[in-house]
């Protein structure tokens, strides 16, 4: 998804709003698509206030979503940005890691990833209720 943000260069690239709200729409989009034909869909993108919006856009599918807030500590996140040598977002990282932590709509929807691979952390979504928002 961070592919469908900096998607843009040079001297057309729109504002950091436009960019933003182009994202969304094209998430929403990709996921439409993928979903009429019968697919599954992981998005793997930060959700600031986002996701009232989202759900509304795929409520005539009647899709099952889920949602989770993935987190872990400020040193592990510098620790895994250095090794993708994404070492420039460890600020946005996190200021973003702070304000989904202190959402009160976010608390029941943290997930702390220190020590867990992705396999159990998925399972862990999948089979927990409190990580679904949406039934069809």
Request: hydrophobic share 40%; net charge negative.
């Amino acid at each position: 998804m961070d592919f469908l943000l900096h998607v843009y260069h040079g001297k057309t690239e729109p504002s950091w709003e436009d960019r933003l709200r182009l994202a969304w729409l094209n998430i929403a989009a990709v996921t439409r698509n993928f979903l009429l034909n019968g697919l599954d869909v992981v998005i793997d993108f930060v959700v600031e206030d986002e996701l009232p919006w989202f759900i509304d856009q795929l409520s005539d599918l009647g899709p099952t979503l889920y949602y989770a807030v993935l987190h872990a500590e400020p040193d592990t996140l510098a620790a895994r940005l250095r090794k993708r040598g994404d070492e420039q977002y460890l600020a946005r990282s996190l200021f973003l890691r702070n304000k989904l932590l202190a959402s009160p709509a976010n608390e029941p929807h943290l997930l702390d990833t220190e020590g867990r691979t992705p396999e159990d952390l998925a399972e862990e979504i999948m089979n927990s209720d409190r990580f679904r928002v949406r039934n069809p």
